[in-house]
């Protein structure tokens, strides 16, 4: 149902933004993945999303701190691609310090990665959506897009930012064939969350089981993490045609997190 359409997810070479390409790239949409890492690295999975999906795939090394960066990685796009369809803005970063030890340009930083760009990539892709008169922006959020916790005020703040950037959205097209809609995922076991896992179990002299259990999952009800795979079905449903009417949404993966 999404062959042929075209894609740029942000923050792809890793994590939940790369789970989220393959599974759109598995249902025929063309892909542009983004993000840092080993250049070889990147070839390896831009390629193998050509070769296992039978897509095109391209890379932009777009820096999404770099607002000319943003809208240069969508006029590519649509050079190359013919179109951006589905824009996913995942791309994120994170760190846990208390707020009157927060680095300053680490919290520019952040606002910047995981709410700002999200701004530039939709004011660039939405013309060529509007012109199609079809478009689906998917902003991968977070549970601390709905509820806080502390010494996350940059991301918490970034993420509350984007819950509220992804209902404007959706007013303003809301008369279009665009929808603009928020995934809220809870722990995802991505190298975000290794790195906090390591922290975590560092600053408590705490195996890192302990620290899964009693720490990262504390809040999580299901005790689980969230798979990749599920947030990637969840964006596939969402970029098609049976999703048209869900739109300014905020939807949970959360493993009941935000229930309480
Ligand atoms: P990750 O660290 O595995 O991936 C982050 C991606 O963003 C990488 O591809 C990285 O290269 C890219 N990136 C970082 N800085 C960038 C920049 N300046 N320009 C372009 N790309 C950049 O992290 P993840 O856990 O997969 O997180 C992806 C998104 O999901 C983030 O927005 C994060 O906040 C959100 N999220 C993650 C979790 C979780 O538990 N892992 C939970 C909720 C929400």
Redesign the pocket.
């Known amino acids: 149902m999404l062959k042929g359409r075209s894609a740029i997810v ?9 789970g989220i390409a393959r599974g759109l790239a598995a249902a025929g949409v063309n892909i542009v993945i ?4 080993k250049p070889e690295d990147i070839e390896a999975e831009r390629a193998k999303l050509e070769t296992e999906f039978g897509v095109t795939a391209i890379y932009s090394p ?4 770099k607002p000319a960066d943003i809208a240069g990685m969508v006029t590519e796009a649509e050079a190359k691609l013919g179109s951006v369809d589905i824009l996913v803005n ?5 760190l846990v310090k208390p707020i009157d030890e927060f680095p300053i340009e680490k919290f520019d930083q952040i606002i910047a ?2 709410m700002v760009s999200n701004f530039h990539a939709i004011r660039a892709a939405l013309p060529g959506m509007k012109k199609r008169n079809f478009g689906r922006i998917i902003n ?5 897009g709905l509820v806080a916790s502390p010494f996350k005020s940059a ?1 918490v703040a970034a ?1 509350h930012g984007v819950v509220g950037m992804t209902k404007t959205v959706a007013l303003e097209v809301a008369e279009t064939g665009i929808t603009c809609n928020a995934i ?5 076991r ?4 290794e790195a906090q896992i390591d922290d975590q179990a560092k600053a408590n002299n705490m195996p890192k089981e302990n620290v899964i259990r009693d720490i990262i999952l504390a809040s999580q009800p299901n005790k689980r993490f ?1 798979e990749v795979e599920e947030i990637a079905a969840l964006a596939v449903f969402l970029s098609g045609d049976l999703a048209q009417s869900i739109t300014g949404t905020s939807i949970s993966i959360d493993g009941g997190w935000t229930a309480r």
Not at 10 to 18: D, F, K, N, P, Q
Not at 90 to 94: D, K, R, S, V
């Open positions: 942000t923050g792809s070479t890793s994590g939940i933004g790369l983004n993000g840092f890492g777009a820096d999404m701190t995942n791309a994120g970063i994170q990665i995981n991968i959020a977070s549970a601390h991301y993420k809220c995922p809870g722990f995802v991505t190298p975000l969350v969230v």
